[in-house]
């Protein structure tokens, strides 16, 4: 019988290092586990990738029957297998218990030389060099597999972009049917707060089947700040940043959006900012499909920003258009690639935002995000949600 090919084989790198196998210790919270092991679980276990491509779970014993259900790896060891028990009355300390049950699944498999990332636990590689093995922490091998979205990833991350849109329309929905009493905005007869307004993007996140943590709605010249997530009473004639990016509570895919929008009256300076913002943001989605550098990209939307004399990090400035122009989201909010200076190409299956911003102190902060998918034959803007300053 031929052996089934692993789809996320990374024998290649293992080859490059010398090294026989590959191994993360965590729990779901981390990205490469869950990718990897598609196994959901708050409490630590291992995965170990060998240089012949094989796959190994190490659980608790009471994952056993759902990993059996869930997990993509087929190989799964439990601690109750390799007697962790018994190490840990050899042993006297759990900890030390569990290394020795990850060196007995390591020795079986003829491997002494591992590689791990470079967030590995310290003790753990500290113990098992104790025994005999050898280490070298690399950067992420899944990092680049995970840049390029499966179509079910796709498909994630659209469901999760759906409900941000959702989330974003009630968030602009308040602002929009909101009154200005005294220079503030009044909804229903109260004050409107960012507060008030983040609650009703979690109601309306969570009846979708997802969260969001962080969720930023900074109005005024704190919206210069461009993760201040917002606090007080919104005021009318100053900019409000609504950033959302929610993960889906079921399979735990990001997406990403960023409106900014003003009740009132806005200055020239604002529309100017919001214009340039805006002209800087269609610039750059253009530019998206297979073989570009994200560098180009980042560089053309610093081209528009200084050619409308905007200031850009590019000449050194702390205040104008002070970040990278984008970042890849999946599994986690930012990830590769990242649309800056690196001169990363584009790949068909990237998920990328595109979101430029301004930022004065002495005014507040334009942003715009869109959320893009790179295709065969250019793009495929995942963004539902239409533009509109003055609301």
């Known amino acids: 019988m031929t052996k089934e090919k692993n789809p996320l084989d990374i024998s290649d ?13 965590g729990n779901s919270g981390n990205a490469d586990m869950y990718y990897s092991s598609s ?26 029957g759902r990993a059996d259900n869930e997990s993509r790896v087929s190989q799964l060891r439990t601690l109750q297998e390799c007697k962790y ?3 840990i009355k050899e042993r006297g300390d759990p900890s030390l218990a569990y290394c020795d049950c990850l060196a007995e699944i390591l020795q079986h498999h003829g491997a002494r030389r591992i590689t791990v990332p470079r967030d590995f636990p310290y003790h753990i590689a500290q113990t098992l060099k104790e025994e ?56 229903n007869g109260f004050d409107l707060t960012a507060e008030k307004v983040r609650h009703q993007i979690d109601i309306t996140l969570l009846e979708h089947g997802c969260e969001s943590e962080g969720t930023i709605v900074a109005c005024g010249k704190g919206s210069a700040n461009p993760h201040w997530e ?24 990001f997406a ?24 800087a943001q269609e610039v750059a989605i253009e530019m998206i ?42 599994l986690e909010i930012h990830e590769a690639p990242f649309v800056g200076e690196r001169d990363t190409v584009l790949e068909v299956g990237n998920i990328i935002t ?5 930022y004065y102190p002495d005014v507040g902060g334009i942003r715009l995000e869109d959320l893009i998918l790179v295709k065969d034959d250019g793009f495929e803007n995942l963004t539902e949600m239409e533009k509109e300053f003055i609301v």
């Open 256 to 279: 990403d959006m960023t409106r900014t929008v003003l009740k009132g009256d806005a200055s020239e300076r604002l529309k100017d900012m919001y214009e340039a913002v805006h002209v």
């Open 85 to 87: 028990r018994d190490k």
């Open 354 to 358: 595109i979101e430029p911003g301004l």
């Open 132 to 187: 005999g093995f050898s280490f070298e922490a690399i950067k992420s091998p899944f990092q680049q597999l995970r840049s390029r979205k499966s179509e079910q990833e796709i498909e994630n991350v659209k469901a999760v972009q759906n409900a941000c849109n959702l989330a974003m329309e009630a968030a602009v929905d308040m602002i929009h049917k909101s009154e200005i009493v005294d220079g503030k905005l009044n909804y």
């Open 13 to 25: 790198t293992l080859k490059d290092h010398r090294s026989d196998a590959f191994m993360i210790v």
């Open 289 to 330: 499909k297979p073989g570009v550098k994200c560098s180009d990209i980042h560089g053309k939307v610093c081209d528009v920003f200084e050619e409308r004399g905007y200031d850009t990090s590019r000449s050194g400035s702390q205040s104008g258009f002070i970040h990278s122009t984008g970042h890849g989201v999946g």
């Open 230 to 253: 917002g606090t007080g009473v919104l005021r009318a004639d100053e900019p409000v940043v609504i950033d959302i990016f929610p993960r889906s509570k079921k399979n735990h895919y």
């Open 39 to 64: 196994f959901f679980a708050s409490d630590s276990f291992a995965y170990i990738q060998t240089k012949e491509a094989d796959e190994i779970l190490l659980i608790s014993d009471m994952e056993r």
